[in-house]
């Protein structure tokens, strides 16, 4: 089982929001596309019969929002900043959306801060795989229904990536190995600088 994994229990306690028709959008049957306010919405989600959350939301978040029964939880901690890998979660968003929505009663939402960005990006890439398309065709279809989805330019790349490895994760496709070797090179970077008070010098 992974980690991110969770079965978040029943809280009697409620919270009541104002729904606003941009909080969340229906991209096909029994796939919403959906902001961290929707997600708040206990009561919504539990009348919608939500079974499976993909939260892409950043790694100091809490996720202590409240949840149906027997709702599950995927959470992808990322920021909404070009140099996030979002490519690495693809196909195995892809399993989890394609395996929930072949339930009978399966309905999955997946959600970011404003639902534009990163869960765009989640939700784009799910299309290309299922439809064998490329990332703008998979932008048009979104669009009728979110017109305001806008995934930043890094994550565009990551879905041209995506593309030109056949919608499949490929460890060893060149371009993919250089995107994590800069990222791996920035987070070294950052590690080095962050630590540089340490050093001493004699």
Known sequence: MNKMWSRIRHNPLLMSFNENQNDYSLIEDNLYLGNKDFANNYQKLKSMSISLIIAVYPKDFKYNYLRPPNCRLYHIEVNDQIH???????????????EELA?????????????LSRSATIVAAYLMKKYNISPEEALQRMRPKRDKINPNIGFMAQLSLYEDMGHKLDLNHNEYRLFILINL??????YILLNFSNFDYY
Do not use: M, N, P, R
């Open 84 to 98: 996030e890998d979002l490519v690495s979660h693809f196909d195995y968003c892809y399993e989890l959306i394609s």
């Open 103 to 115: 339930q009978e009663e399966g309905k999955v939402l997946v959600f970011c801060g404003a639902g």
């Open 185 to 190: 090179k920035k987070y070294l970077l950052f």
